[in-house]
């Protein structure tokens, strides 16, 4: 069983690989704000590993 950080963790990565899937299959056009989105999320996602694995 997950435990809910680690799915949260997870969770976060849902929008960036809609994102993604959307420019490549449906020749969708990636927007500079949706790109500085994605890298808020990424950087966040780190900041909440980086954070649990220093407790650990």
């Known amino acids: 069983m997950i435990s809910s950080s680690n799915f949260a963790i997870v969770a976060g990565i849902g929008p960036i690989s809609t994102i993604t899937l959307a420019a ?30 220093n407790k650990a």
Not at 34 to 49: N, P
């Open 24 to 53: 490549i299959f449906l020749n969708e056009v990636l927007t500079l704000l949706q790109l500085f989105g994605t890298l808020v999320v990424i950087f966040g996602i780190l900041l909440v590993s980086l954070n649990r694995s």
